[in-house]
């Protein structure tokens, strides 16, 4: 995973890491623009693309809709043996990328046909605001416990551990007491 430095307090980069991927985060400029994130990946891609043995080439997944990454891609698809495969939202998808899957063999795909596969929400709300509650249960995980199944049970982190085991993915968790069980509005 390639990035700018989070900020001091991210759970979600640390749980990333914690699930075993390697996070290469480098550190803005002092103007608060990423440096040196897309030649990093172009680099790290290319040496993969060509040092890898032809016997274990298999595919590599970008997610990405910046064109600095065309260099990487031409490379990989240079290199008998693998495929290559670039997700981005559609929006930001850039036109060169666009094209690029048009004359090659780059597989192009949008998030925005996985959005509630791929997606989760870091964040703190009030309960009391519906609107939110509604885009929440929308677009968001939401567990209930009904009361007086589970009148004292509080998800302990084992259960929360369990619970992204089974799902395959790290999660954000904000406990809300007394959400409202169905929107009249």
């Known amino acids: 995973l390639y990035g700018s430095e989070p900020p001091a307090i991210d759970a979600v980069w640390e749980k990333i890491r914690q699930k075993g991927w390697k996070v290469d985060k480098k550190k803005k400029s002092h103007k608060g623009k990423e440096k040196m994130v ?26 990405t809709g910046d064109a600095d990454a065309i260099p990487a891609i031409n490379k990989v698809l240079d290199n008998r043996g693998w495929k290559i495969e670039v997700y981005m939202w559609e929006h930001s998808m850039s036109s060169e990328l666009k094209k690029l899957s048009k ?16 997606t989760f929400t870091n ?19 939401v567990i209930t416990l009904e009361q007086h199944a589970f009148p004292h049970h509080v998800p302990t982190e ?17 406990w809300i007491e007394d959400i409202l069980e169905s929107d009249t509005e």
């Not at 964040?123 to 995980?141: C, I, T, W």
């Not at 929360?160 to 999660?171: G, H, K, R, V």
Request: aromatic share 10%; glycine share 2%; charged share 30%.
């Open 103 to 118: 004359e090659s063999n780059a597989k192009i795909s949008y998030l925005d046909d996985v959005l509630s596969q791929v």
């Open 38 to 63: 897309d030649g990093q990946l172009v680099a790290d891609i290319t040496e993969k693309a060509c040092r890898t043995p032809e016997e274990k080439r298999t595919t590599i997944i970008l997610i």
């Open 158 to 174: 084992a259960w929360c551990d369990e619970l992204e085991s089974i799902a395959q993915w790290p999660f954000q968790y904000y």
């Open 123 to 141: 964040m703190k709300f009030n309960s009391e605001d519906k609107h939110l509650l509604r885009q929440v249960k929308a677009y968001g995980v």
